[in-house]
């Protein structure tokens, strides 16, 4: 996964505090996306950059906010974390047509 | 909205066992990728399948998309331990549209 780097790699939070995950590439992609992974339930979307300044809407982005302000950083927010949010957040690029993912943070809200 | 479906969810097979994974989209796709998990890793891209009716092999894995491009799979000839981890299909309705990805089947595989 060389070129998309994800900070933290682990965090505890308490319900209600805000934290910010950040994920960096140095491959000058276009696309990025932030996942989040909860056991069987796969990978769902949560926010999506097509490109610098500009952010959508995934499958699940309730209780998250981003932004892409800079093309190689795209930031993931939780405002106020909830205990549903416990999961492993992985960042991906496209590369090609193929995506590059991050190593991940598992991120536990209690 | 778009709905993509993997069976089986879990799957044991001794070593040197076929194995087969099963994708299903609630819509057409543009495209089918697929993805491999190891235990405690992330996704890495393994391939992407574009053609209805297309197939392709890679050493002892062959990916296949159905006529309807509804539909794709996934067939490992004789399993090896390094084979386990989690495969998942994603799809996109549109070209470059942000892929959703199935729930994916996890392979184990005892020597």
């Known amino acids: 996964n060389a070129g998309v780097t994800q900070t933290p790699k682990f965090r505890v939070l308490k319900t209600g505090q805000s934290m910010t995950l950040l994920c960096a590439q140095d491959?000058?992609?276009?696309?990025m996306y932030w996942y989040r992974q909860d056991p069987g339930m796969g990978l769902r979307l949560i926010h999506y950059?097509?490109?610098?300044?500009?952010?959508a809407k995934g499958e699940v982005p309730d209780g998250y906010n981003v932004s892409r302000l800079k093309k190689q950083n795209f930031l993931l927010g939780l405002e106020s974390a909830a205990p549903s949010q416990t999961s492993v957040y992985f960042c991906?690029?496209?590369?090609?047509?193929?995506?590059?993912f991050g190593s991940g943070t598992r991120l536990t809200v209690v | 909205g778009q709905q993509v479906m993997q069976i089986p969810q879990y799957q044991h097979v001794q070593e040197g066992e076929d194995f087969t994974t099963y994708c299903n989209s609630s819509?057409?796709?543009?495209?089918i990728q697929w993805y491999k998990q190891r235990p405690g890793g992330h996704p890495v891209f393994l391939i992407q399948?574009?053609?209805?009716?297309e197939v392709k092999k890679q050493k002892r894995l062959t990916f296949q998309f159905g006529e309807a491009k509804k539909n794709s799979s996934l067939h490992i000839t004789a399993t090896q331990t390094t084979d386990v981890g989690t495969y998942f299909c994603?799809?996109?309705?549109?070209?470059?549209?942000?892929?959703?990805f199935g729930k994916g089947t996890t392979l184990s595989v005892s020597s």
């Open positions: 950059s097509v490109g610098e300044g500009t952010t």
């Open positions: 399948l574009v053609k209805s009716g």
């Open positions: 991906a690029c496209r590369v090609n047509y193929g995506y590059t």
């Open positions: 819509t057409t796709l543009s495209n």
């Open positions: 491959m000058n992609h276009e696309y």
């Open positions: 994603a799809g996109s309705q549109q070209a470059g549209t942000a892929l959703i």
